[in-house]
C-alpha cells in the first residue's frame, strides 16, 4: 500500500504548468515539522516535501494556495530516477497529491489571499472546485440538527 499523509505550510506559491498535451500540473513544496523534538531540548526538525498535483487538483491548488498557508495532502509516494546535465543519474521522491485540503480557518484564509466568494469556496476538503452548481447558501438556523 502506497498511501501519505502529510500536512504543513507552502514554502512558495505553487506553480502551475500545462503538459504539451494541455494537462495541467502544478508543484509546491510543503514545510512538514516532525511528531518529536531531539532529546537533547533543541528545535524539531522540518523536512521540506515536494508535491506534485495534476488536473483539476492542480489548478484548485494554484488558484486557493500561497505561499504560508496549512494544508493538508493526501497521494501516494513517487520515486523518479532521472539525468542531471553532467550526465550523473539522480534520484528523487515527491507526493503525487489526490486530494489537498484546507486546514486553516476561511477567515485567516481571506486574511491571507482577499475576500473570497462564498459560490467559490471549496474550503473544507474538497480537492476540485464545481464548475457550475445549482446549490445555493441556505440562510437558515441550523440550532436544531442533531449534529
Known amino acids: ?8 505550510r507552502l514554502t512558495r506559491d ?3 504548468r500545462q503538459t504539451p498535451s494541455g494537462v495541467s500540473v502544478a508543484s509546491f513544496s ?3 515539522d516532525r511528531g518529536y523534538a531531539p532529546k537533547d531540548g533543541g528545535e524539531r526538525q522540518t523536512d521540506f516535501i515536494d508535491v506534485v498535483a495534476w488536473r483539476n487538483t492542480a489548478e484548485f491548488v494554484s488558484r486557493y494556495f500561497t505561499k504560508g498557508q496549512m494544508a493538508a495532502v493526501t497521494g501516494r509516494l513517487q520515486i523518479r530516477d532521472w539525468t542531471d546535465k553532467e550526465n550523473n543519474k539522480r534520484r528523487s521522491a515527491e507526493v ?27 474550503g473544507g476538503g ?3 472546485p464545481v ?3 445549482d446549490f445555493t447558501e441556505l440562510d437558515m438556523d441550523d440550532g436544531d440538527l442533531p449534529f
Not at 500500500?1 to 504543513?8: D, S
Open 14 to 16: 505553487p506553480e502551475l
Open 131 to 133: 464548475e457550475s452548481s
Open 30 to 32: 510543503l514545510a512538514v
Open 96 to 122: 503525487v497529491a489526490e486530494n489537498v485540503y484546507f486546514t486553516e480557518s476561511k477567515k485567516s484564509r481571506e486574511a491571507a489571499v482577499g475576500t473570497v466568494d462564498p459560490k467559490e469556496d471549496f
Open 126 to 128: 474538497y480537492n476540485t
Open 1 to 8: 500500500m502506497n498511501q501519505i499523509v502529510i500536512m504543513g
